[in-house]
């Protein structure tokens, strides 16, 4: 079992970087698939990023290929993802996930650990 503690979120302005945090609970982070997930009010959660065990495999959506980056700590318990050129279109509540696998994995249902969120709003 692991619990995941997302960080980082707030307000920033149209053009702006953040980087968002995952903190995970338990012994065993470095068996667990991370991705990074995104939901804006009235929406379907949408997949943003995935990162493979070992972190030699990452995935994007093509909405933010090439402005966002996956990474991960395993010594630290820690997933992050890097938010560079945000947009106002980038609004909204971001979750952490996790499933205990080797693979990358890019849709919801793949996964069955998931944080609280945390809220990124740009402003234009």
């Known amino acids: 079992q692991v619990q995941l503690v997302e960080s980082g979120g707030g307000l920033v302005q149209a053009g702006g970087s953040l980087r968002l945090s995952c903190a995970a609970s338990?012994?065993?982070?470095?068996?667990?698939?991370m991705g990074w997930f995104r939901q804006a009010p009235g929406k379907e959660r949408k997949f943003i990023a995935a990162?493979?065990?070992?972190?030699?495999?990452?995935a994007y959506a093509d909405s933010v290929k090439g402005r966002f980056t996956i990474s991960r700590d395993n010594a630290k318990n820690t997933v992050y993802l890097q938010m560079n050129s945000l947009k106002p279109e980038d609004t909204a509540l971001y979750y952490c996930?996790?499933?205990?696998?080797?693979?990358?994995?890019?849709?919801?249902?793949?996964?069955?650990?998931w944080g609280q969120g945390t809220q990124v709003t740009v402003s234009s």
């Open positions: 996930a996790a499933a205990y696998t080797i693979g990358l994995l890019t849709t919801t249902d793949e996964y069955d650990h």
């Open positions: 338990g012994r065993t982070f470095s068996s667990y698939a």
């Open positions: 990162i493979n065990w070992n972190g030699a495999s990452t």
